[in-house]
């Protein structure tokens, strides 16, 4: 879809856009409609009961006086309470009411709002990325599909007076939807078309705007003495990967980088901790932290962002076979650490523990971020409204935190400390892969910080936003590609030359 920022004019597309502050107070754009129309605007708002609020709309069809389909009067609400993420989530509200609307082009009058904390260009923009965040379908697999409801939105015209200035910022968000996409697609297909050889195949398209990839075998990790993550892949046919991805945007090349690690389980049986049948199918998402910073790397690269970051990826399936790791097995992990596997489910932060380890080793980052579909337990405690994060740095933490507010994916800090630490000690190996019956999320963090020394380090277990059942205003139901924003946003705000 082609998103483009035009100067102020008369809409000649098929759908037009008008706004509507909170007290009923129509934009200029508004008005000049609505006086085209001969008052329909203002009838129409009175009769639809229509104040304005955040995110009402009122669709008029066939207006009269008008050479167009229709007209989507949409309210903002409190003007001054306008900020980039509502701007976001206006867009999207337009372009689900009227993505199968059968309209090809649509215009939108972005008119400057006058009493808010941001630009006229920074809102038209915001607007076109709120827009493009929710047209993301994935709809491959349809060989058949009724006319009715294939997306019809081939155009979109944003009106503004900054049209110079929303297209510029625009440009560097589009970069960060290409991020968002890519890492939807990864986590939303299915384990036999993204299975760590294929997955691995797919990052190396990142090569081409910049970024060096670099693939590890299994025979490789085997010499690095990566039994952790190696023991998680041993029962599956498909081959384990680790995938390192360097971005080099900083002026100084000798800046420590910044590191990201994801956890890529392809797909989780549970291995011979067999999960239960039911809702299975929802483990190829065990993924989501992988596809996230796979999708930071290529927004960070997309929009050159002045940084040196690292992204390292494990790639395995846990399957259970008569090649399996069995409960009670011990593994040697990079660190020289061991573990007591106890539960084959609690696969992920074998994963992490090598690539953690590696991370930190290789490339002595400035901090290591790692996003992961942890633990259950992280969704029975948040939801799918925030991620929980557990840190050995507050600073780090903040930085997170405010980043994660202003993209809306917020992040909640949960504690760790000793208490918990001890709950992973081992009778026979220096550690087990799981707690107890309680702190779940809590021990499965306690046991990746012994992976990490001292280097500045926060895991975000996105068990919970990676994945949703019910639409939000920037994505359908399905992958939200969760941690794409979040980074992106700290390493803009927080971390480039
Ligand atoms: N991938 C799962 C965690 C998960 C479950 C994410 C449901 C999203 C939705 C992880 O590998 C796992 O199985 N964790 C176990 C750990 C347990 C065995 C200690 C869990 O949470 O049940
Ligand atoms: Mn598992
Ligand atoms: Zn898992």
């Given at each position: 879809m082609n998103i483009k920022f035009i100067k102020n004019s008369s809409p000649t597309s098929d759908s037009h856009v008008i706004f509507v502050y909170g007290d009923r107070e129509l934009s200029a754009s508004a008005s000049k409609v609505d006086k085209a129309t001969d008052g329909l605007i203002s009838r129409a708002m009175m009769v639809g009961h229509?104040?304005?609020?955040?995110?009402?709309?009122?669709?008029?069809?066939?207006?009269?006086?008008?050479?167009?389909?229709?007209?989507?009067?949409?309210?903002?609400?409190?003007?001054?309470?306008?900020?980039?993420?509502?701007?976001?989530?206006?867009?999207?509200?337009?372009?689900?009411?009227?993505?199968?609307?059968?309209?090809?082009?649509?215009?939108?009058?972005?008119?400057?709002?006058?009493?808010?904390?941001?630009?006229?260009?920074?809102?038209?923009?915001?607007?076109?990325?709120?827009?493009?965040?929710?047209?993301?379908?994935?709809?491959?697999?349809?060989?058949?599909?009724?006319?009715?409801?294939?997306?019809?939105?081939?155009?979109?015209?944003?009106?503004?007076?900054?049209?110079?200035?929303?297209?510029?910022?625009?440009?560097?968000?589009?970069?960060?939807?290409?991020?968002?996409?890519?890492?939807?697609?990864?986590?939303?297909?299915?384990?036999?078309?993204?299975?760590?050889?294929?997955?691995?195949?797919?990052?190396?398209?990142?090569?081409?705007?910049?970024?060096?990839?670099e693939i590890l075998a299994e025979d490789q990790m085997e010499e690095l003495g990566m039994g952790a993550l190696l023991g998680v892949g041993q029962g599956s046919a498909c081959e384990s990967h680790l995938v390192i991805m360097h971005w080099n945007g900083s002026e100084n090349d000798d800046e420590p980088p910044v590191a990201f690690v994801g956890k890529g389980v392809t797909f989780d049986t549970g291995g011979i901790s067999l999960k239960p049948g039911a809702g299975m199918e929802d483990m190829k998402f065990d993924m989501g932290g992988s596809a996230a910073v796979v999708g930071a790397?290529?927004?960070?690269?997309?929009?050159?962002?002045?940084?040196?970051?690292?992204?390292?990826?494990?790639?395995?399936?846990?399957?259970?076979?008569?090649?399996?790791?069995?409960?009670?097995?011990?593994?040697?992990?990079?660190?020289?650490?061991?573990?007591?596997?106890?539960?084959?489910?609690?696969?992920?932060?074998?994963?992490?523990?090598?690539?953690?380890?590696?991370?930190?080793?290789?490339?002595?980052?400035?901090?290591?971020?790692?996003?992961?579909?942890?633990?259950?337990?992280?969704?029975?405690?948040?939801g799918h409204e925030y991620a929980g994060i557990f840190s050995n740095d507050d600073d780090l933490c903040e930085n997170l935190s405010k980043a994660g507010a202003q993209v809306d994916e917020p992040v909640w800090r949960m504690p760790i400390g000793k208490a918990y630490d001890k709950l992973i000690d081992s009778k026979i190996a220096d550690m087990k892969n799981i707690g107890g019956k309680y702190a779940g999320s809590i021990t499965a963090a306690q046991f990746l910080q012994r992976f990490v020394n001292d280097v500045p380090w926060v895991h975000i277990d996105i068990a919970g936003t990676a994945w949703k059942t019910e639409a939000s205003d920037v994505a359908d139901r399905g992958a939200t590609g969760y941690g794409v924003r979040l980074l992106d946003q700290l390493v803009r705000e927080f971390y480039e030359d």
């Open positions: 229509f104040e304005g609020k955040f995110g009402q709309t009122i669709d008029l069809v066939a207006p009269a006086g008008l050479d167009i389909n229709r007209v989507l009067v949409v309210g903002l609400g409190d003007e001054a309470d306008l900020d980039e993420v509502k701007s976001q989530k206006i867009g999207g509200k337009i372009m689900a009411s009227l993505i199968a609307s059968g309209d090809e082009s649509l215009s939108i009058a972005a008119d400057t709002p006058k009493k808010a904390n941001i630009s006229g260009a920074e809102f038209a923009a915001h607007l076109g990325f709120g827009i493009r965040l929710r047209r993301y379908r994935f709809d491959k697999y349809f060989t058949k599909q009724e006319e009715a409801k294939k997306p019809s939105l081939i155009g979109v015209q944003l009106m503004c007076a900054a049209q110079t200035g929303a297209q510029n910022i625009f440009d560097d968000l589009d970069r960060v939807a290409d991020g968002v996409s890519f890492a939807r697609d990864l986590v939303t297909e299915p384990g036999n078309v993204v299975y760590p050889e294929s997955y691995a195949e797919k990052i190396k398209e990142l090569s081409d705007v910049g970024i060096d990839v790397m290529l927004a960070l690269a997309g929009r050159n962002a002045k940084v040196n970051a690292i992204g390292v990826v494990g790639l395995v399936e846990n399957m259970p076979s008569s090649t399996a790791q069995r409960p009670g097995d011990v593994v040697t992990s990079m660190s020289g650490q061991t573990i007591e596997v106890i539960n084959t489910d609690a696969e992920g932060r074998l994963v992490l523990a090598d690539a953690l380890w590696y991370t930190q080793d290789r490339f002595q980052p400035k901090f290591i971020i790692d996003l992961a579909t942890l633990t259950g337990a992280m969704m029975v405690a948040l």
